[in-house]
């Protein structure tokens, strides 16, 4: 999109409020079934996401900037990891489905 056009109107693909992503985080969570201790939103050098152990979520505040079906990937990736610590075929066949099933509000 050319700056010269609107500079007042930025699209949602282009910019997700914090707290807006923060919800969309929450409502995949409730779905998958996991309860994120901390999510947190800061800008990172080499992940999009990451996660410990005890369920602290981090993603990268250029999520903001994504389309939101890549957001909606990292989302639901980093979410099942507080179900599945690996990338095994569980993790994967998981992933898929959750994936393949959209919310109400993406059609
Ligand atoms: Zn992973």
Same mark, same amino acid.
Request: charged share 25%; proline share 7%; glycine share 2%.
């Given at each position: 999109?050319?700056?010269? /056009? ?6 949602? =693909? =282009? /910019?997700?409020?914090?707290?807006? &992503?923060?919800?969309?985080? +929450?409502?995949? /969570? +409730? ?6 201790? =901390?999510?947190?939103?800061? #800008?990172?050098? *080499? $992940?999009?996401? #990451?996660?410990?152990?005890?369920? *602290?979520?981090? &993603?990268?505040? =250029?999520?903001?900037? +994504? ?5 909606? +990937? ?6 099942? !990891?507080? $179900? ?6 569980? &993790?994967?066949?998981?992933?898929? /489905?959750?994936?393949?099933? !959209? #919310?109400?509000?993406?059609?």
């Amino acid at each position: 999109m050319k700056k010269s /056009a609107t500079p007042e109107w930025v699209p949602l =693909e =282009e /910019a997700v409020p914090i707290d807006l &992503f923060k919800a969309e985080v +929450q409502a995949w /969570a +409730q779905r998958i079934g996991v309860t994120p201790h =901390e999510i947190h939103v800061r #800008s990172m050098k *080499r $992940k999009w996401a #990451s996660c410990s152990s005890r369920g *602290r979520l981090t &993603f990268n505040i =250029e999520l903001l900037y +994504q389309p939101s079906d890549f957001r909606r +990937q990292v989302i639901v990736h980093e979410l099942l !990891h507080l $179900k599945i610590p690996n990338h095994g075929p569980l &993790f994967k066949a998981l992933l898929r /489905a959750y994936l393949a099933t !959209h #919310s109400p509000d993406h059609t």
